[in-house]
């Protein structure tokens, strides 16, 4: 079945009420595919409670989700103790495949979590909600159970833009709006009727996931959207409106390197980050490449002057676990492993040797934003979550 984007928002495009009926039973005892929810987390003590409050009263009642997990970055604020004592699955990302050298961010996480999900439907959600409710999970997972042709579904939300006492209704998913949705319709415009392409509020069938590679920072919503529309096609994948979510917002500087995350993450998918030079005229060879660097370069102006600062914003991307099980662990794990130092070890493969590896895996890059750096102080610090 091939469908155009307009035909696929009007058949593809459910409401949570949709599956209400899913919120208010167990069904009757109808079979049904089993669920594992998992909330990638970091620093969220003051939400992850009520989340998993809310979670834990919709699983008395429906049996939904069947699994709950929370992984973990080792966060100092307790995150961990609060999910435990709410009856959660809790794991540290540095402790889930360990042979991968320490989680590199949030992607990283959510595809660790992977290995020890039990669902035939894995969803996906946010820990910084703060106004979490039921429907977001069985909004989420109804289409999948209630379609079994469905592969891939994704949350849809209006993103208030909260500052003191102000609200702005749309005011939000800054990063969404001025990078995500133009690039789409450029590049993939088949996608551009998703409303919400970077929500981290999706669900997918495990298989599906299993069979397309987890970007390790921000670029890992982007990343997914595109493969799983490149494994399962359109028709396969839907979104829910859940109404209106509220999270926490960063600064305008931390969107910025957001931003370009995802934009460096398309283009990889795109094979924008060299172009090669038997291509081009000659003597034209170095004019209108597109390069892919490591770092982030951000020029701010502050009270004390102009400064330029510096971030680590490698592009690192686990492999698919399918491919894990099937033997081909070592084609797999070999770039990621390389990935985890800011630059090559002495003696380490130069540019050549990186390239060759990355084309024995197909389409193989990596994202890790953060570690900013100045010229005045060039100490490290974590970039925070993504708004």
């Known amino acids: 079945m091939s469908m155009t984007v307009w035909e696929w928002f009007e058949q593809r495009s459910y409401h949570h ?3 209400d009926s899913l919120g208010r039973s167990n069904g009757n005892g109808a079979e049904r595919p089993s669920t594992t929810l998992i909330l990638p987390a970091r620093n969220v003590a003051g939400t992850i409670g009520t989340i998993l409050s809310v979670v834990e009263d919709l699983r008395a009642r429906t049996g ?4 709950v997990i929370v992984v973990d970055a080792d966060s100092p604020d307790g995150t961990a103790e609060v999910a435990r004592a709410h009856g959660a699955e809790v794991y540290s990302e540095n402790e889930l495949m360990r042979d991968y050298g320490p989680a590199q961010g949030k992607g990283d996480a959510m595809w660790r979590a992977l290995s020890v999900a039990r669902g035939d439907i894995v969803m996906f959600a946010d820990a910084d909600t703060d106004d979490f409710e039921e429907h977001f999970v069985y909004g989420t997972l109804g289409p999948l159970l209630a379609d079994p042709q469905l592969q891939f579904v994704k ?4 993103r208030p833009f909260k500052q003191g006492e102000e609200k702005i209704l749309d005011g939000g998913g800054r990063v969404t709006e001025l990078m995500a949705k133009p690039l789409l319709n450029l590049f993939y415009p088949e996608l551009a009727g998703f409303t919400q392409p970077l929500a981290g509020e999706f669900a997918a069938r495990r ?3 299993s069979k397309v590679p987890f970007f390790t920072g921000y670029g890992v919503e982007i990343g997914m959207l595109i493969d799983v529309f490149e494994q399962v096609g359109l028709d396969a994948m839907a979104q829910v409106d859940l109404g209106t979510r509220q999270n926490r917002h960063q600064s305008l500087a931390s969107l910025s390197r957001m931003s370009s995350v995802v934009l460096r993450t398309l283009a990889a998918r795109e094979g924008l980050g060299q172009r090669p ?5 000659e003597g034209m060879s170095a004019l209108w490449e597109i390069h892919q660097p490591d770092t982030y370069l951000h020029a701010v102006a502050t009270e004390e002057g102009l400064r330029l600062d510096e971030y680590l914003n490698e592009l690192v991307e686990r492999p698919p676990l399918a491919s894990l099980a099937d033997g081909e662990a070592l084609s797999a794990t070999a770039l990621p492993r390389l990935s985890l130092s800011m630059t090559p070890a002495p003696g380490g493969p130069d540019r050549r040797d990186r390239d060759r590896m990355r084309s024995a895996r197909g389409r193989r890059h990596v994202v890790r934003p953060g570690l900013p750096r100045s010229r005045q102080d060039r100490g490290l ?3 925070p979550p993504p708004e």
């Open 381 to 383: 610090e974590s970039v």
């Open 17 to 19: 009420r949709d599956f």
């Open 64 to 67: 939904l989700p069947d699994q």
């Open 155 to 158: 949350a849809a939300f209006r």
């Open 277 to 281: 030079s038997e291509d081009l005229d």
């Open 207 to 209: 298989e599906a996931l």
